[in-house]
Every structure is written in structure tokens, then in C-alpha cells.
């Protein structure tokens, strides 16, 4: 049984920064990050495989996200990042993270990861 934790969140106002952590109980390979405002389905944000820092595919980002937050994985901390700035109103939601993306599925297929945090709340104000 692998346990995720995430911490980093809070309140904040519209364009600024946070970052959140996620640390693994277990070695785990492609953390990643997904969301869900209330009253949304939950959707992906972001995604660091493990490959990445051996040549491996870089990161993926939703459209929504891209050039505002950055995903690491930093492996002999089993801890993912993701650090997020120029923070929206639309970013408001509940970020979970994710571990162990099977192989085959698209980055951001929910059904494709196997492990899950409990969550931790941003809340972006104007």
C-alpha cells in the first residue's frame, strides 16, 4: 500500500504563487497532479515521469496550466512538486496527487493511475 501526502496548499490572491508537495511512503514512477473545483469533474494538471531527469519524455501540462505551473520529481525524496504561479480564479479547487501511471493510457487518464493522495485545498481570491 503506497500512501501520498500532499501539503502546500492555502489561500491566496489572484497572481500569485504556490507550491505544492506530495511525498510517497514507496518508490514510486510518474507522479502527477490532477484537480477539482466544486462542482467540476476532477481533471488532470500535470504530469513528472520518472524518466525525466535520464533523458526520459518531459513533463505534461494541461493546456490551462502551461507556462504558469511546473511539475518535479525529485525520486530520492519520493516527493513531486508542482510550483504555481500567476494563480486564477479558475484554479481554485482541491489538487490530488497521483503515482504510478500505468503505461499505454494518456497522461491524463484518471483511471490509469493506481495510487492517490487525499488532497489539499487552493483557494485563489481576487
Known amino acids: 500500500q503506497v500512501h501520498l501526502v500532499e501539503s502546500g496548499g492555502g489561500s491566496v490572491q489572484a497572481g500569485g504563487s504556490l507550491r505544492l508537495s506530495c511525498v510517497s511512503s514507496?518508490?514510486?514512477?510518474?507522479m502527477g497532479w490532477f484537480r477539482q473545483a466544486l462542482g467540476k469533474e476532477r481533471e488532470a494538471v500535470a504530469l513528472?515521469?520518472?524518466?525525466?531527469?535520464?533523458?526520459?519524455?518531459?513533463?505534461d501540462y494541461a493546456d490551462s496550466v502551461k507556462g504558469r505551473f511546473t511539475v518535479s520529481l525529485d525520486k530520492t525524496k519520493r516527493t513531486v512538486y508542482l510550483q504555481m504561479t500567476n494563480l486564477t480564479l479558475e484554479d481554485t479547487a482541491m489538487y490530488y496527487c497521483?503515482?504510478?501511471?500505468?503505461?499505454?493510457?494518456?497522461?491524463?487518464?484518471?483511471?490509469?493511475?493506481?495510487?492517490w493522495g487525499h488532497g489539499t485545498q487552493v483557494t485563489v481570491s481576487s
Open positions: 497521483a503515482a504510478d501511471k500505468r503505461p499505454g493510457p494518456q497522461w491524463d487518464d484518471q483511471q490509469a493511475y493506481t495510487w
Open positions: 514507496h518508490d514510486t514512477y510518474n
Open positions: 513528472a515521469y520518472s524518466g525525466v531527469y535520464i533523458g526520459g519524455k518531459r513533463p
